[in-house]
């Protein structure tokens, strides 16, 4: 087993009601091992010193431990060393300045008779703050595919419907943010690409991380029953029902119908279609109060839209087919390859009406449900997100997928290759930039779909509406900033951060990553002289990369005073060495084109 220690508990008691108990520890070890601390990640540009240490039963003190090292870049480039230390006392390896890619690391310790070894892999990026770019086009020869300049570009090959859905799951399924539709979204996208394209799926990382992304999304559901779209906030009605219709699955159902239930007898002057929608999709036995409001005189379309979907809930296609049909004709305006549902004062009510009649047109498997689809890959919002609303038209249009023999030929290398692509099949090519730009495609006979994807960091200094916003990182040691620290000290990590009044209200995310020597301490209080400080918590923590959000409205914008714009965390030190401190990121997480940089930095761990 693992190196560790088990403890047994045991309880006794006799007929006549005697009673012991006790615990019993039992440690596992092994005659002679090595101990290697490593981080799993690191940027390019670190140089991170490895810390080795021997321990065993059968390992005497003050004994002379070889150590045989070997690192193995990405291009087969080896560094070999040998240390000596004496046994339970550590040595440091420096590793050289690390490149972009996967790095193997192995080390074999002896002492006379004793031998043990171990290896491992760490990955090198150039950031962790990236974005998933996707794209889907309509294949034609002689197009031009632009992607990554920088590292890999996945191609992906397919008929033109499978492709437009491909496309969309790309995009859901890596959706970065931390309000609750962004991570079901995400979620429920692998869950689809593990379905229906087994070979772009991320099956086994999926199934590992499955329990605890359901355990996070559930930390989004209130005391009250219902779905927040931020952990800390409180139930959003609409968002609620869009979930109970989607993934109830994965939260509290009766917590739900309680929520569902309590806002249709408190609440009356909210929109009671969404309340009933909710309570279809949990199979609650509503259909008179659906039949009764939909009686009533004047109901606005979107309303209408909500209670068809009700009905299909809970099994009355035709009246929900009737309700789409007489809306299609009086708002659907028809663009050519899109159409959208005209209604509304602005943009954002139509494009909300637009979505909610793809999610009707995709349930009734309707001829329009692409084009109205493809309106919303085209259109954003800046105000809402729709990104729950599409997985439910993904699974639904998923379900009823049938596509055409299609094919292509293309030229790489000097190579002439043609692809047939037959009962749903996909092709894809995984390609480097120098692949990328002599990449051809000669003929195309059929509607071949193209999904283009590939990651990209964001560049400091890249223009975004930032005007207004600014933020800066410092690293505090006993009250001093500090950019050189010791691997004893306790690392006080400071984002100070402004939002002007000129910027528009709104939840902003603050996005820090910790260099690779450094480890966020998640109860603070539990360090000596650390208790009664006002610490911050992240929403979200994934490996380095640390989440806060930040709640602006007029109002608490004049409030804000300087030093209330600040955000404190701790962190410990793993290991020494130098390392690359990734700028910060402040951004609006409805509009994504609001945001601004911090400085890069580099911190020196002894």
């Given at each position: 087993?693992?190196?560790?220690?088990?403890?047994?508990?045991y309880?006794?008691f006799t007929?006549?009601?005697?009673?012991g108990?006790?615990?019993v520890?039992?440690?596992?070890?092994?005659?002679?091992?090595?101990?290697?601390?490593?981080?799993?990640?690191?940027?390019?540009?670190?140089?991170?010193?490895?810390?080795?240490?021997?321990?065993?039963?059968?390992?005497?003190?003050?004994?002379?431990?070889?150590?045989?090292?070997?690192?193995?870049?990405?291009?087969?480039?080896q560094?070999?060393?040998?240390?000596q230390?004496?046994?339970?006392?550590?040595?440091?390896?420096?590793?050289?300045v690390?490149?972009?890619?996967?790095?193997?690391i192995?080390?074999?310790a002896?002492?006379?008779e004793?031998?043990?070894?171990?290896?491992?892999k760490f990955r090198?990026?150039?950031?962790y703050?990236?974005r998933?770019?996707t794209?889907?086009?309509?294949?034609?020869?002689g197009?031009?595919?632009?992607?990554?300049?920088?590292?890999t570009t996945?191609?992906?090959?397919?008929?033109?419907?499978?492709?437009l859905y491909?496309?969309?799951?790309?995009?859901?399924?890596?959706?970065?943010?931390?309000?609750l539709?962004?991570k079901?979204?995400?979620?429920?996208?692998?869950?689809?690409?593990?379905e229906?394209?087994?070979?772009?799926?991320?099956a086994e990382?999926?199934?590992?991380?499955?329990?605890?992304?359901q355990?996070f999304l559930?930390?989004?559901?209130?005391?009250?029953?219902g779905?927040?779209?931020?952990?800390?906030?409180?139930?959003?009605?609409?968002?609620?029902?869009?979930v109970?219709?989607?993934?109830?699955d994965?939260?509290d159902?009766?917590?739900?119908?309680?929520?569902?239930?309590?806002?249709?007898?408190?609440?009356?002057?909210?929109?009671?279609?969404?309340?009933?929608?909710?309570?279809?999709?949990?199979?609650?036995?509503?259909?008179?109060?659906?039949?009764?409001?939909l009686?009533?005189?004047?109901?606005?379309?979107?309303?209408?839209?909500?209670?068809?979907?009700?009905?299909?809930?809970?099994?009355d296609?035709?009246?929900?087919?009737?309700?789409?049909?007489?809306l299609?004709?009086?708002?659907?305006?028809?663009?050519?390859?899109v159409i959208?549902?005209?209604?509304?004062?602005?943009?954002?009510?139509?494009?909300k009406a637009?979505?909610?009649?793809?999610?009707l047109?995709?349930r009734?498997?309707?001829?329009?449900?692409?084009?109205?689809?493809?309106?919303?890959?085209?259109?954003?919002?800046?105000?809402?997100?729709?990104?729950?609303e599409?997985?439910?038209?993904?699974?639904?249009?998923?379900?009823?997928?049938?596509?055409?023999?299609?094919?292509?030929?293309?030229?790489?290398?000097?190579?002439k290759?043609?692809?047939?692509?037959?009962n749903?099949?996909?092709?894809?090519?995984?390609l480097?930039?120098?692949?990328?730009?002599?990449?051809?495609?000669?003929?195309v006979?059929?509607?071949?779909?193209?999904v283009?994807?590939?990651?990209?960091p964001?560049?400091?200094?890249e223009?975004?509406?930032?005007e207004?916003?600014?933020?800066?990182?410092?690293?505090?040691?006993?009250?001093?900033?500090v950019?050189?620290?010791?691997?004893?000290d306790?690392?006080?990590?400071?984002?100070?951060?402004?939002?002007g009044?000129?910027?528009p209200?709104?939840?902003?995310?603050?996005?820090?990553?910790?260099?690779?020597?450094?480890?966020?301490?998640?109860?603070?209080?539990?360090?000596?002289?650390?208790?009664?400080k006002?610490?911050?918590?992240?929403?979200?923590v994934?490996?380095?990369?640390?989440?806060?959000?930040?709640?602006?409205?007029?109002?608490?914008k004049?409030?804000?005073?300087?030093?209330?714009?600040r955000?404190?965390?701790?962190?410990r030190?793993?290991?020494?060495?130098?390392?690359?401190?990734?700028?910060?990121?402040?951004n609006?997480?409805?509009?994504?084109?609001i945001?601004?940089f911090?400085?890069?930095?580099?911190?020196?761990?002894?």
């Open positions: 087993d693992n190196l560790t220690s088990w403890r047994v508990t309880h006794a007929a006549d009601l005697q009673a108990s006790g615990t520890k039992i440690p596992v070890s092994l005659p002679f091992f090595v101990e290697m601390t490593l981080n799993k990640n690191y940027l390019a540009g670190d140089s991170p010193v490895v810390t080795l240490r021997s321990y065993g039963t059968e390992l005497a003190p003050n004994r002379q431990v070889k150590y045989e090292l070997k690192l193995i870049g990405s291009q087969g480039k560094i070999v060393q040998t240390v230390a004496l046994s339970f006392e550590y040595v440091d390896w420096q590793l050289p690390l490149e972009h890619g996967t790095y193997e192995s080390v074999a002896n002492c006379g004793l031998k043990d070894a171990v290896a491992k090198v990026a150039d950031s703050q990236t998933t770019i794209r889907h086009e309509l294949l034609s020869a197009m031009k595919i632009n992607g990554s300049d920088q590292g996945a191609l992906v090959f397919s008929d033109y419907e499978k492709s491909l496309g969309g799951l790309y995009r859901l399924a890596w959706a970065d943010g931390s309000r539709e962004q079901l979204a995400a979620y429920q996208a692998q869950k689809l690409l593990g229906y394209f087994t070979e772009e799926s991320q990382e999926l199934a590992a991380d499955a329990a605890e992304e355990r559930t930390s989004y559901q209130q005391e009250d029953g779905i927040s779209i931020l952990p800390y906030g409180s139930s959003d009605p609409a968002l609620t029902a869009m109970a219709v989607t993934a109830a994965l939260f159902q009766g917590a739900l119908k309680g929520y569902f239930y309590r806002l249709l007898e408190q609440q009356p002057e909210l929109d009671r279609s969404l309340i009933l929608l909710g309570l279809a999709a949990l199979r609650e036995p509503i259909l008179p109060e659906i039949e009764d409001l009686q009533s005189a004047e109901l606005a379309p979107e309303v209408k839209i909500n209670l068809a979907l009700a009905l299909l809930e809970l099994g296609g035709a009246q929900a087919k009737e309700i789409y049909q007489e299609l004709a009086l708002y659907a305006e028809d663009l050519g390859s959208r549902i005209n209604v509304g004062a602005g943009h954002d009510e139509l494009l637009t979505t909610q009649m793809a999610v047109a995709a009734l498997d309707q001829p329009e449900k692409n084009k109205l689809y493809r309106y919303l890959l085209e259109n954003n919002s800046k105000e809402f997100l729709n990104l729950v599409q997985v439910l038209i993904l699974q639904t249009n998923l379900k009823h997928l049938s596509t055409s023999p299609v094919s292509f030929t293309y030229e790489l290398n000097g190579q290759v043609k692809k047939e692509l037959i749903n099949e996909i092709f894809k090519l995984t480097l930039p120098e692949d990328l730009k002599d990449f051809q495609i000669t003929q006979d059929g509607q071949v779909g193209l283009v994807a590939y990651d990209q964001w560049q400091q200094g223009p975004g509406l930032g207004g916003l600014s933020i800066s990182r410092s690293y505090v040691v006993n009250g001093q900033k950019t050189t620290v010791d691997r004893t306790l690392v006080e990590v400071v984002l100070e951060y402004n939002i009044e000129r910027v209200s709104g939840i902003f995310e603050i996005v820090d990553v910790l260099p690779a020597g450094l480890a966020p301490v998640s109860r603070p209080a539990d360090y000596s002289g650390q208790k009664y006002d610490w911050d918590y992240p929403v979200e994934n490996g380095q990369r640390l989440v806060f959000l930040v709640n602006v409205s007029q109002l608490n004049d409030q804000l005073k300087e030093n209330q714009n955000i404190r965390y701790l962190a030190v793993v290991s020494a060495g130098e390392y690359v401190c990734e700028a910060p990121l402040l609006q997480i409805n509009n994504e084109e945001f601004t911090g400085q890069q930095g580099r911190l020196v761990i002894k």
